[in-house]
């Protein structure tokens, strides 16, 4: 069954810090991979896009990278802003399908 | 320029109503999906819709069911509602011909809740 699976579950740090969340995922083939963040009521909003030949994609404070051979994916936020507390959403697509299929998310709080 | 809208933002029903969710596209675009959130999942595809017909559809049964105008606008409608169908209904359009970049945008959902 394919499937994207996220971690830490919820993470609380400091503004002003760093943190990096996790996905692995099981689609095969791959076509892409894509983090969104979602505000809480809201839709997802896209942070990035990989395709399996891309291993980083930066968008500001956020960087993401891929591992196409172990099907993993990181997105790293860095000096992390009151703002930047959300759910951080981990998105794959499959080759061949119009299908995404999400994870459950990190749910990031960012304290003063 | 307006993202996608969404309407109803709130609705109640009871067990065994119909019910139906409405869709405008970002402008330019021409495709349209729809998903199902729970409270504290991911989002889930139920399907999309391109040329006014469904291109694909995930693992939900046919009491959900949906239409694309010529206008790229959609509908969802949900039949003989059950209280498991209390969601978040996410509508999401993009750009066929962006290919694999096909940046999805969504709007801000309506809350359904079925009691």
């Known amino acids: 069954k394919n499937q994207v699976e996220q971690s830490p579950q919820s993470l609380i740090i400091l503004e002003g810090k760093n943190c990096t969340l996790q996905c692995n995922y099981t689609v095969s083939p791959f076509s892409n991979l894509r983090w969104y963040k979602q505000d809480t009521g809201r839709g997802p909003v896209s942070l990035t896009i990989m395709t399996f030949s891309e291993n980083t994609k930066s968008n500001g404070r956020y960087t993401a990278t891929l591992d196409a051979d172990t099907k993993q994916s990181s997105l790293h936020i860095t000096a992390s802003q009151l703002s930047d507390s959300a759910s951080y959403i981990c998105v794959v697509r499959g080759r061949g399908t119009y299908k995404y299929i999400f994870g459950t998310g990190t749910r990031l709080k960012v304290l003063a | 320029d307006a993202g996608v809208t969404q309407s109803p933002t709130h609705l109640i029903k009871t067990r065994g109503q119909q019910v139906t969710l409405r869709c405008s596209p970002k402008?330019?675009?021409?495709?349209v999906s729809w998903y199902q959130q729970a409270l504290g999942q991911g989002p889930q595809f139920i399907f999309q819709y391109y040329e006014e017909e469904e291109r694909q559809r995930g693992n939900f049964p046919d009491r959900f069911s949906g239409h694309q105008f010529p206008n790229y606008s959609s509908e969802l409608n949900v039949n003989a509602l059950l209280l498991g169908d209390s969601a978040l209904y996410l509508c999401?359009?993009?750009?066929?011909?962006?290919?694999?970049?096909?940046?999805?945008?969504f709007g801000s959902g309506t809350q359904l809740s079925v009691l």
């Open positions: 402008s330019g675009h021409d495709t």
């Open positions: 999401a359009s993009s750009l066929v011909r962006q290919g694999v970049y096909e940046k999805l945008f």
